[in-house]
Each structure stands twice: as C-alpha cells, then as structure tokens.
C-alpha cells in the first residue's frame, strides 16, 4: 500500500512538472518618482501581472492585468499607504494601461492633454478610500472623514517612470510538483536512515 501511495505522489510531482502552462506569468515593478517634490516629496512603486502572450506586444492591458499592487510613500500632503487588487472591491478607471518594453510611460497630469501615449489610469482600495491616479499623478486619501490630496507636477524634470525587466511567476502546478517531489526525496531519505 506504500509503495502504491509512493508511486501516485511520484506521478502526480512528474505530471505537475511536465504540464504545459497556459501561459507564463510574468510580473514587472513600476516606480513613479520625483513628480510630487512641491508637496515635499513621495513616490508611488508597485508590480503588476500579466500572462506572457498578452505582454508580447510590449503593453499590458486593462483587460491583460491579472493582479496589481501598489505602495504610496507619503508625503506632506498625503500620509502613507498601499492597496492592491486583493483587497475585496478593489477597482480600476480608466483602462490602465502599461508599456513594457522601454516605451517609456508618461504621465499627463490635470490637464489631460494626452500627446499619444497610454493612459495608466486610476486603481482606487476596496474601502474606497484611498485613490491612485498614475495618468494625472493624483493621490487622494479619505481619512476620519479627511480627505488628503496630493497631486505631482507632470512637468518636473526630475520625474521618473521606470519598468522593470519581467520577472516569471511560479505556476502554482509548478510549485505542487516541486512541493511532492520535495516531499519524496525526505521521505525517501528518513525510510534509508532508518534502515541504515
């Protein structure tokens, strides 16, 4: 009965290992810097995730993303905080899109002259509460009934939008067939120790 238990976890590790994915998940890193200076500073870093396939054209989507998160440092103006796709009522606006392939993305600020580029729209919590707004560079925060603003200057000369290079996500087939695999190699060394 062991060596039948043995031989169905060894087949469901293999089986996990070979299945061919779907499609490769991929993350990247987002970091909007230097564009709220007059409020005394802040940035804004997050990762979002998207399938492979859909990245090949060098952007990823509204309708591409499969997950984001995002972290605001705070500033004078807007205390700190981070909000994530996780958070149950989590939302976007305004089709966020993202160049991922050295394009560089271009925030428009108020104004909302867009000269050609994406728009990589607004992610707001699930409370409601807190709101970013990577295109106009808005960050807004609802506190006790307070509402905080900060909104960045798109014409700073020291902002910054910076990609980074994709980044594979583990396939969770992938992690179950390392996990039993793993599991094997330290049952199969404790059942030699003991008859050693």
């Known amino acids: 009965m062991k060596r039948l238990a043995l031989a169905a976890t060894v087949a469901l590790g293999w089986a996990a290992l070979a299945a061919p994915a779907n499609a490769a998940l991929f993350s990247w890193d987002i970091e909007y810097t230097g564009w709220w200076e007059e409020d005394g500073g802040g940035s804004i870093s997050g990762t979002i995730f998207a399938d492979e396939d859909d ?66 729209g607004s992610f707001i919590s699930g409370s409601g509460n807190e709101l970013l707004d990577l295109q106009a560079l808005l960050v807004i925060s609802f506190m006790d009934g307070v509402e905080s603003v900060s909104v960045g200057n798109p014409t700073a000369t020291i902002g910054t939008v910076t990609v980074s290079e994709p980044t594979p996500v583990p396939e969770p087939a992938t992690v179950l067939g390392l996990l039993a695999l793993a599991g094997i190699s330290t049952a199969t060394f404790k059942r030699h120790k003991q008859d050693t």
Request: proline share 5%; net charge negative.
């Open 55 to 120: 990245a090949a054209d060098g952007i990823v989507s509204a309708d591409e993303l499969k997950a984001w998160e995002w972290n605001w440092s705070g500033n004078d103006a807007v205390s700190a905080f981070s909000i994530s796709s996780e958070e149950e009522g989590a939302t976007t606006d305004f089709e966020p899109s993202f160049y991922v392939n050295d394009t560089l993305n271009q925030p428009i600020g108020m104004d909302f002259v867009d000269p050609d580029n994406l728009d990589q």
